[in-house]
């Protein structure tokens, strides 16, 4: 994909939420753009979103919103387990997920499982406003490979178990789409200790409202408990889904003042979005997401 491709005439770059539709954010200056051996990517210096990432022609992360993402996709399941000591991530290349992992102090060990070796440079040299410095983490365990092969796999075949799976994934097409079947997250179930979940997100309800329901559908025939939840996410231009699936752990039973007891016991802090108010808050659904997710 060249620059001129990416930007539309009055330099803005693109993408689709739908057939339908879509939006845009100023390009600026386009600082590296390639072919790995699985995808297109391009770093952009944008005057809205500062570094941004895109990977085939989707808007992945950035450092100036990174934050509604990870912070929720993480600390929504780890403020409701006991203590939080072993997670994989899968993909997760850009390092957020386990920056935000590396904040718990009972944390020992996470392991990424990223199929693209590329998205790890692009971040290591591009995106420390993202990851602080976690890709290089003693307790960070960096595979490159197929996450598909690592849970069924290699994972089991070194006993590993995990307190949290983090699926920080692409959209469920292309490559990535069979890290979002009913086989992958009984695998992902497989490797989960007692008390532990996976976490993922599931996709923007109003412009892809099919597959929202249908993944929620999948996790609910593997789990026992199933927690959707949603917020909107500025560089994603839409509201969005994420969910957290375990047959014990249950975020949404968690209060407020629980949340930020828990926030302070265990000395989290540097969140820009994430208290005990927004934890609960995210679970309240409207009638139109309740009646999509029935």
């Known amino acids: 994909m060249s620059a001129r491709a990416a930007l539309d005439k009055e330099g803005f770059l693109l993408e689709h939420l739908s057939e339908d539709a879509g939006f845009f954010y100023r390009g600026g200056k386009l600082l590296e753009q390639g072919r790995s051996e699985w995808q ?9 979103f500062g570094r941004l990432f895109r990977l085939d022609g989707c808007f992945m992360t950035s450092e100036r919103d990174e934050f509604y993402y990870h912070e929720n996709l993480i600390q929504v399941p780890a403020m409701a387990h006991e203590g939080v000591r072993r997670a994989l991530i899968i993909g997760g290349g850009d390092g957020g997920s386990a920056e935000e992992l590396l904040k718990s102090p009972t944390m020992e060990r996470v392991v990424i499982a990223e199929l693209d070796e590329k998205v790890i440079d692009i971040s290591r040299r591009y995106f420390a406003a993202v990851h602080h410095g976690a890709l290089d983490d003693a307790r960070v365990d960096i595979r490159i490979g ?39 997250f009984r695998a992902c179930r497989a490797l989960l200790d007692a008390g532990g979940a996976l976490s993922l997100h599931i996709g923007p309800p109003v412009f892809q409202p099919e597959r929202v329901r249908e993944l929620v559908q999948r996790l609910r025939r593997v789990f026992t408990t199933v927690c959707p939840y949603f917020l909107y996410m500025p560089l994603y231009g839409s509201l969005w889904g994420l969910a957290t699936a375990s047959d014990t752990l249950n975020p949404q039973a968690v209060s407020a003042d629980e949340i930020d007891r828990r926030l302070e016991q265990r000395r989290i802090k540097l969140l820009h979005h994430y208290n005990g108010a927004v934890h609960q808050a995210q679970f309240a659904l409207p009638n139109h997401l309740r009646a999509l997710l029935a």
């Open 146 to 184: 197929d996450g598909m092969k690592y849970v069924n796999e290699d994972g089991p075949a070194a006993g590993d178990r995990y307190d949290l799976i983090v699926l920080d994934l692409t959209d469920p097409v292309g490559p990535a789409e069979a890290l979002y079947t009913e086989d992958f």
């Open 40 to 48: 297109d990517y391009e770093v952009w210096e944008t005057p809205l």
